[in-house]
């Protein structure tokens, strides 16, 4: 089992950063690739960002590319989201999940997720 727990999410005006933290216990961090994911109600979740189990390798929609980082330290057991240049349609729900397979850009592949953290762009 891994328990993941996001933070750092906010009321924000267009144009500014928020970061959120996402800390996992129980099983080696370092062996699961991680992904952020987002959701609006009446909508499917939407996958954001992943990054391998080194950190070497990661992977952006479309939509957050060039604003987004994804990040982590496995040190520290933490996968990282830095946000910048927020719009009001990044408006959501964001959640972080572990996949122990291949680093995947398929939700039905994570194993394990996080209850989310509330991020909401004011225009």
């Known amino acids: 089992q891994v328990q993941l727990v996001e933070s750092g999410g906010g009321l924000v005006q267009a144009g500014g950063s928020l970061r959120l933290s996402c800390v996992a216990s129980g099983r080696t961090f370092s062996n699961y690739n991680m992904g952020w994911f987002r959701q609006t109600p009446g909508k499917e979740r939407d996958l954001v960002a992943v990054?391998?189990?080194?950190?070497?390798?990661?992977y952006y929609a479309d939509s957050v590319k060039g604003r987004f980082t994804i990040s982590r330290d496995n040190a520290k057991n933490i996968l990282y989201l830095q946000m910048n240049n927020l719009k009001p349609e990044d408006t959501a729900v964001y959640s972080c999940a572990a996949s122990g397979a291949l680093m995947t850009q398929k939700i039905s592949e994570y194993d394990y997720w996080g209850q989310g953290t509330q991020v909401t762009v004011s225009s």
């Open positions: 990054i391998s189990w080194s950190g070497r390798s990661t």
